[in-house]
Structures are given as structure tokens and as C-alpha cells.
């Protein structure tokens, strides 16, 4: 038998907040009968959001193509929707059963050169992008692509989604973290990003790449476009790659806020030195589709040769799940104006898009009225990032800086541990992220029904008073 003290150090090393412990303990509670609003994860259907009428027509008629032999198809199927299937079948003969090119299928990766083009009004090149398998390993293959030796270094947020952070421990290289302005509404602040790379460099770190999140997971913020202007000219100041995860871009929930992407800001700029890996999902937006596990990543100003070895490395493990390449094509290449289908994709994508916008204005301004509790208004995304007020440490001066950030992640564990066993409301620790200091926050998404969300905010109103009573009691 092996045991763990056999196992890789890197992967016993790795963390991933968002499924951690106190799911596990969510789980148990639901299973012994207790109510759990689950707000931990942004999986919108497992939350009660349906999926897209016309997105699983599609894939149901791709998967069996016969269906479209029944007389009965065209009372089921949208007429455009069979017609897309179709084309579907015929641009991949071979059918959802056998591999593909490691890069994807062709017409779709040139349905999504083309959503990029149309979304941002710049060029976009079908050769530079490759279908994967959600945005997750998508981001991987870069860090993979990027990792010169144990000494590179990648530029991460503070607070940040566990994925970087997990897969700099996964893949032994070295994090250099820059903490995001709060104040600012989470943008980026170039004085802290000199800093933290100049430790870095001076420590014998070699900076390789930055990670930027917009809109933001866990802060829900949307970068402007001056914020992302100073993150290229940084970049290329330091010659550093961009890792542009762009996977909550149809997330926005403000008329005052618009999502750019690093490619339109640097097309526009005129800069075609900085590489850029820009990342995006089914995952989210309006979509989803969580579990059907598509993806693109599209790379700029790279040789082909750098691409070549992208495509090698998707090689390896083959391609892209077949069903997931045909999700990203529906995201990317929706019904049309004139189709059949068209009035009931818009319908749905407005009802999703418009209950999340009204649930993330009612966390918003009801979670800032409750005393010690404050949170920047989410207009992206699918999070909040709350910031709890919290007693700090006992005696603190007696403890290393380290030790002291150990005893205050424990203490926001056992805060979110407590709110889950007393409310049932199931939210991520802020110290999974990452935050600064002294500081105490919590992630909630704001997918759950708005009667849910409405519950939760008078719930987490009187859990903090008490549990800020109990813990001056216990004089901790
Ligand atoms: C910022 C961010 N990037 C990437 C991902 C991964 O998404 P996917 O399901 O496409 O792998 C997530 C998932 O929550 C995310 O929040």
C-alpha cells in the first residue's frame, strides 16, 4: 500500500478553497435534513438556472443524428436548430465519437476568430486558437508553455480563483502575488505591481507571466479600460505574458460598466509585442454549462513555432471533448435575428442575465447595511468579496507575520464553518483567495434564487452579531 508520505509533495501542497472543507461538512448537514444555500461555487445549474433551450437541442440532435430522420422532428426542433446540426455533421463526419484535431474543429475555431472580431472589432486568427476543455485547462497549458524552470515566476492577484495559486503549487513554480485595491473597487494599482515584482526579482525570481481577472472572481469587479492600459504597459515593461481570463465577460450588471478585452485595449494601443493568452468559458455568462467542460484559449503576438508547441501539448492529451467544442460553438455563434429560434434564446438569456443583475444589487446594498460587513458593489461576475469585521488576534505582537496569517485564515475558517452550521448558507473563507493582512472577508456568489438571497441577508445579519458576541465573551 502507498500512503500520502508517497505521493507528489506539489499536489499535497496545492489548495482549492472553493470545494474545501467546509463543503464537505455542507454536504453532511444537507444529507442529516438541514436546509444549505449553497454559495460557494459559480455552478449556475446546479443552483436552478436552465440551461439554454436552443444550446441542448443542438446537442441533442448532433449526439443522435437519427433524430432527425423522425417524422416528428420538426414539431420539436427549431428549424435553424436542425440546420445547424446538420452543418455540425457535416464539417465533423466522424460524428461526437471519435477524436478531433488536437486544436478543435476547424469551423469552430473559425466561429470563435470570428465572435472575437465581431465582439472587439480587431482581427482575430482561427489558427491561433484552440478549443479546450473549459478555461481551466486552457490556463494550464499556458503555465505549462510558460514555465521555463522552478524559478518562473507568475504574477497573480491577492485575492485571486484558487486555480493559480494551485496550479503554481501543482507545477512547482514560484507565485508572485500583487494584492488588488480594495478601495479602488479591486482594480489593479501599478505601484503595488512594481513592488511586488521588483521583491520578486531581487529574492531571484524570474517573472514569466501576469494573471488578470476581468471581471473579477472573487471581487466581482470590472476593470476600466485606463486599468487595463497600465497592466500592458507593465507587462511589456517587464516583458512579461498576459494570462487574460476573460470567462465572466458576458457577466456585467451595469450600464456604467463595459467589459474591454486585453485584446481590443492592445490592438488598440498598438502593441504587438506583448504575448497575450486570453481565456474563455461556457462556464459562465448566460450559459452555464459547467459540466459540459468548453473552452478557448486564443493566443497573440506568439511565433507559430511557440503556438506549435500549444498545439503539441493539446496533442498529448489528444483534443477537447467533442460535446463541449460544440457548446463553445453555440456560445459563440448563436441563433440569429431572423431564426426560429432566436425569440426564446433571447428571452432566456435576458432572464438569467436579469436576475443575476437584480440579485447582485440586492447583495449589494443590503450586505453593506449590516453593521461590519461592507463589500464593494459586484457589477461582474457572479461573486462578492465581503469584507467582515472581525476582532484581530489576541496579543499579536508575540507572533511571527506568518504564524499570524495562519491563526487569522483559521479564524475566518471557523467563522464561515459556524455561519454554515447555524444558517446553513455556504460560502468560501476570504483566506482561500488570499487577502491582505489583518483583513477578513468571505466569497458569496449571488446564484441562488432571489427569495434564497433575500433569506440570507437577514440571516447573515443576526448570525454576525451573535457570533461577534460569542467571540468577545470567549475574549479570544
Ligand atoms: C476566474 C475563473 N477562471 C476560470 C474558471 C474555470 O472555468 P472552467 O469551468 O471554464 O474551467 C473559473 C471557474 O469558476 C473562474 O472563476
Not at 440569429?336 to 429560434?341: F, I, Q, R, T
Not at 489583518?438 to 437577514?458: A, M
Request: proline share 5%.
Amino acid at each position: 500500500m502507498i500512503t500520502v508520505n508517497d505521493l507528489n509533495p506539489n499536489l499535497l501542497k496545492a489548495e482549492y478553497a472553493v470545494r474545501g472543507k467546509i463543503v464537505q461538512r455542507a454536504y453532511e448537514l444537507e444529507k442529516e435534513g438541514k436546509k444549505i444555500i449553497y454559495c460557494n461555487i459559480g455552478n449556475p445549474q446546479a443552483l436552478k438556472q436552465k440551461p439554454l433551450t436552443y444550446l441542448r437541442q443542438l446537442l441533442a440532435l448532433t449526439e443522435y443524428p437519427p433524430l432527425m430522420e423522425e417524422p416528428s422532428v420538426n414539431k420539436i426542433f427549431p428549424k435553424d436548430i436542425i440546420n445547424k446540426a446538420k452543418y455540425i455533421l457535416s464539417e465533423n463526419p466522424n460524428g461526437p465519437g471519435a477524436y478531433t484535431q488536437s486544436e478543435g474543429m476547424n469551423f469552430i475555431r473559425k466561429a470563435v476568430a470570428n465572435f472575437i472580431s465581431k465582439r472587439d472589432n480587431i482581427d482575430a486568427d482561427p489558427t491561433r486558437i484552440i478549443l479546450t476543455d473549459g478555461a481551466s485547462k486552457g490556463i494550464q497549458a499556458v503555465f505549462t508553455l510558460l514555465m521555463k524552470n522552478s524559478n518562473s515566476g507568475f504574477m497573480i492577484p491577492i485575492p485571486q480563483y484558487p486555480l493559480y495559486t494551485a496550479t503554481i503549487s501543482l507545477y512547482g513554480a514560484k507565485q508572485i502575488s500583487y494584492y488588488l485595491d480594495e478601495e479602488k473597487h479591486w482594480e489593479l494599482n501599478e505601484k503595488e505591481l512594481e513592488e511586488s515584482i521588483k521583491k520578486a526579482i531581487k529574492n531571484n525570481i524570474e517573472p514569466v507571466a501576469i494573471v488578470v481577472i476581468n471581471p473579477g472572481n472573487p471581487t466581482g469587479s470590472v476593470l476600466s479600460k485606463e486599468n487595463i492600459k497600465m497592466i500592458i504597459n507593465f507587462a511589456r515593461k517587464y516583458k512579461l505574458s498576459i494570462l487574460a481570463d476573460e470567462v465572466y465577460q458576458e457577466n456585467i450588471y451595469s450600464e456604467r460598466h463595459k467589459f474591454y478585452s486585453f485584446a481590443k485595449v492592445m490592438t488598440e494601443m498598438g502593441i504587438n509585442d506583448v504575448p497575450l493568452f486570453s481565456f474563455h468559458s461556457t462556464s459562465k455568462g448566460f450559459l452555464g454549462e459547467c459540466g459540459h467542460r468548453g473552452g478557448y484559449l486564443e493566443a497573440r503576438n506568439v511565433d507559430s513555432e511557440v503556438y506549435y508547441q500549444l498545439v503539441k501539448l493539446q496533442s498529448i492529451s489528444l483534443c477537447a471533448n467533442t460535446a463541449g467544442q460544440i457548446v463553445t460553438y453555440a456560445m459563440v455563434d448563436p441563433p440569429h435575428e431572423n431564426d426560429e429560434s432566436y425569440e426564446t434564446y433571447i428571452k432566456e438569456k435576458n432572464t438569467i442575465l436579469g436576475e443575476l443583475k437584480k440579485k447582485a444589487e440586492i447583495l449589494g446594498e443590503e450586505i453593506n447595511k449590516i453593521k461590519g460587513m461592507s463589500l464593494k458593489h459586484p457589477y461582474g461576475a457572479m461573486y462578492a468579496f465581503v469584507k467582515i469585521d472581525l476582532p484581530q488576534i489576541k496579543n499579536a505582537k508575540n507572533y511571527t507575520e506568518k504564524e499570524l496569517v495562519e491563526l487569522e485564515a483559521k479564524r475566518d475558517f471557523e467563522y464561515c464553518y459556524e455561519l454554515l452550521e447555524e444558517t446553513g448558507i455556504c460560502v468560501v473563507p476570504g483566506s482561500g483567495f488570499g487577502q491582505k493582512p489583518h483583513t477578513y472577508h468571505f466569497r458569496i456568489t449571488f446564484l441562488p434564487p432571489i427569495d434564497e438571497i433575500k433569506e440570507l441577508v437577514k440571516k447573515l445579519k443576526i448570525f454576525h452579531e451573535n457570533y461577534l458576541k460569542r467571540l468577545e465573551k470567549e475574549n479570544k
